[in-house]
């Protein structure tokens, strides 16, 4: 016999949510509540009555709404992902209202499972040349026209991961928005003597979203604030 499926609420029921919803049932959940800023104007939708029977919530709204509606799903001990973008520089407001509660977060500038092990594969890069003085690095991306942050959360995690690896030269950075590109990041290293390349392309949204769901699995039971990484490696 099956098991249950467990509950779950979209907060931010746009493109992404519409595809969290759509993937749902094959990870386990049952969609129970989707807020958007039609019911979830300035987070009235947020209620403990609207929550109370929700095992996990994946936020995917917008830069600007997707802070107040993490801190107040803690606030409710909701365990949640964040899969909006734009939004990590308030991660230490969002990260206290969590640790506060306590309740429990999974956050990544990107959901996508291929690009978790690209970041890693950056980092290993990073560290192999980082005293190899005759090479100069970038970190490209391109993403389509709608996306509003640029450079995205993820080519600024590659780079800061680079950094964190000893990589401490230049790496120059550049963004593209253009048609309806789901996204490609890039890093590579160049040299008089020949050029290293390593691309992670995405086909579809869709590996955002399982990505999101397999997270929100896993932050069930659990409190504190993890990564995506956390989440696939331990």
């Given at each position: 016999?099956?098991p ?9 029921y ?15 959940f049952?969609v129970v ?6 019911n ?9 009555n ?10 995917f ?6 802070p ?29 209202a ?6 429990a ?11 978790a ?37 993820t080519?600024?995690h590659?780079?800061?991961?680079m ?10 950075v ?23 390349t ?5 086909r ?20 504190g ?10």
């Open positions: 016999m099956n249950k499926p467990k509950t779950l609420a979209i907060v931010g746009g493109r992404m949510g519409r595809l969290v919803e759509q993937l749902a049932p094959a990870n386990g049952e509540l989707k807020l958007n800023q039609g979830n104007r300035n987070g009235e939708g947020l209620t403990l609207a929550l109370a029977d929700v095992d996990a919530a994946i936020e709204s917008t830069p600007e709404a997707a107040s509606n993490l801190k107040r799903l803690a606030e409710l001990k909701v365990p949640t992902v964040a899969g909006a973008t734009g939004w990590l520089e308030h991660l230490p407001e969002v990260t206290r969590v640790q506060e509660s306590p309740s977060l999974v956050w990544s500038a990107n959901f996508s499972i291929g690009a092990v690209f970041s890693r594969l950056a980092g290993v890069a990073a560290e192999l040349m980082r005293d190899e003085t005759g090479y100069g690095a970038w970190a490209w991306e391109i993403h389509h026209d709608t996306k509003k942050d640029a450079p995205s959360g080519l600024l590659l780079v800061d991961t950094r964190k690896r000893g990589y401490l030269r230049n790496i120059d550049s963004s593209n928005r253009a048609g309806r590109h789901p996204g490609t990041h890039e890093i590579g290293f160049d040299s008089a003597a020949d050029t290293i390593l691309r992670h392309v995405a579809s949204r869709e590996g955002f979203a399982q990505g999101a769901l397999k997270a929100a699995q896993w932050i069930i039971g659990r409190k604030v993890y990564t995506f990484e956390q989440v696939l490696f331990g």
